[in-house]
T-cell receptor
Framework: KAGVTQTPRYLIKTRGQQVTLSCSPI?????VSWYQQTPGQGLQFLFE???????NKGNFPGRFSGRQFSNSRSEMNVSTLELGDSALYLC???????????FGEGSRLTVL | DQQVKQNSPSLSVQEGRISILNCDYT??????FLWYKKYPAEGPTFLIS?????DKNEDGRFTVFLNKSAKHLSLHIVPSQPGDSAVYFC????????????FGTGTRLTVIP
């Protein structure tokens, strides 16, 4: 079956702009989470959605937001971009019976 | 505040020898621990996990050891192969099936042929 799909894979924005990233989980997976990966910080949990509801949220400012649609697809949005938002944004869907997270290849955001 | 720490950013090992990757954590509520492997331009992939009721879990060449009193876990790869060269992330959660994992900063393993 198809894996977790993230779009776009790469994008470049300038400070002050906003960006929307998309994630399609593995078919049948209802829980989607987002992570930010930066050098030296590892993967930092952003938020998790299940059945269109945010269940958990990490320690990120309100500029970072997300949502989940009825088909389990998810989007995350970052507004008023800052240079420090440059990172790889990873989406993961959860296989609930094993607890295994399956990650997408990520969306690499560069903020100039 | 990094609740999961991997203090070695890199490790080089000769092919055929043992690779030992270490991870420490601070949150005593963590109950489930995982290792993920990441190749460049790919998302992390699940490798092996262990729950707090065990102190060892083995899967082929990969073994994870957990020392709860020391809040320490390690991943052993024996024998190491060049294809094992990747970044390894340790992760922890308060329960199995939690989607909000706490990750370490990763250790880049290089296996030298």
């Amino acid at each position: 079956k198809a894996g977790v799909t993230q779009t776009p894979r790469y994008l470049i924005k300038t400070r002050g702009q906003q960006v929307t990233l998309s994630c399609s989980p593995i078919s049948g997976h209802r829980s989607v989470s987002w992570y930010q990966q930066t050098p030296g910080q590892g993967l930092q949990f952003l938020f998790e959605y299940f059945s269109e509801t945010q269940r958990n949220k990490g320690n990120f400012p309100g500029r970072f937001s997300g949502r989940q649609f009825s088909n389990s697809r998810s989007e995350m949005n970052v507004s008023t971009l800052e240079l420090g938002d440059s990172a790889l944004y990873l989406c993961a869907s959860l296989q609930s019976n094993t607890g295994e997270l399956f990650f997408g290849e990520g969306s690499r955001l560069t903020v100039l | 505040d990094q609740q999961v720490k991997q203090n070695s950013p890199s490790l080089s090992v000769q092919e055929g020898r043992i690779s030992i990757l270490n991870c420490d954590y601070t949150n005593s509520m963590f109950d489930y621990f995982l290792w993920y492997k990441k190749y460049p331009a790919e998302g992390p992939t699940f490798l092996i996990s262990i729950s707090s009721i065990k102190d060892k879990n083995e899967d082929g060449r990969f073994t994870v050891f957990l020392n709860k009193s020391a809040k320490h876990l390690s991943l052993h790869i024996v024998p190491s192969q060049p294809g094992d060269s990747a970044v390894y992330f340790c992760a922890a959660s308060e329960e199995v099936g939690a989607n909000n994992l706490f990750f370490g900063t990763g250790t880049r393993l290089t296996v030298i042929p």
